[in-house]
Nanobody, 123 residues
Framework: QVRLVESGGGLVQPGGSLRLSCAASGFTLADYGIGWFRQAPGKEREGVSCISSTIINTYYADSVKGRFTISRDNAKNLVYLQMNSLKPEDTAIYYC????????????????WGQGTQVTVSS
């Protein structure tokens, strides 16, 4: 079926870095805004970062500003989330999903979701 596929998660020590990738299966990713969302045990799902289809606009949650960077390579049908200076509080399952047109309204449009990739930050 048509879906998004995340990769790049894993176990990292505090202060370390990871880069997550989001790849489209069955559609052209360049046609959509894309967001990264995460959910930790006992916590609500939260929007981490969103990027518009035109690459002009980005959004970051306050908790990750200055540490995470969202980007996209439309030629490769990929969206990335570079995560630096990772903290234990960043531990969660990270999902990518299509989003709405207004990038500051960083919410999933419920068109396509990925299966998630686990990020664990622990010493």
């Amino acid at each position: 079926q048509v879906r998004l596929v995340e990769s790049g998660g894993g176990l990292v020590q505090p202060g370390g870095s990871l880069r997550l990738s989001c790849a489209a299966s069955g559609f052209t990713l360049a046609d959509y805004g894309i967001g990264w969302f995460r959910q930790a045990p006992g916590k609500e799902r939260e929007g981490v970062s969103c990027i518009s289809s035109t690459i002009i606009n980005t959004y970051y949650a306050d908790s990750v500003k200055g540490r995470f960077t969202i980007s996209r390579d439309n030629a490769k049908n990929l969206v990335y989330l570079q995560m630096n200076s990772l903290k234990p509080e960043d531990t969660a399952i990270y999902y990518c999903a299509t989003t709405y047109a207004i990038v500051s309204d960083c919410r999933p449009s419920n068109d396509y979701w990925g299966q998630g990739t686990q990020v664990t930050v622990s010493s």
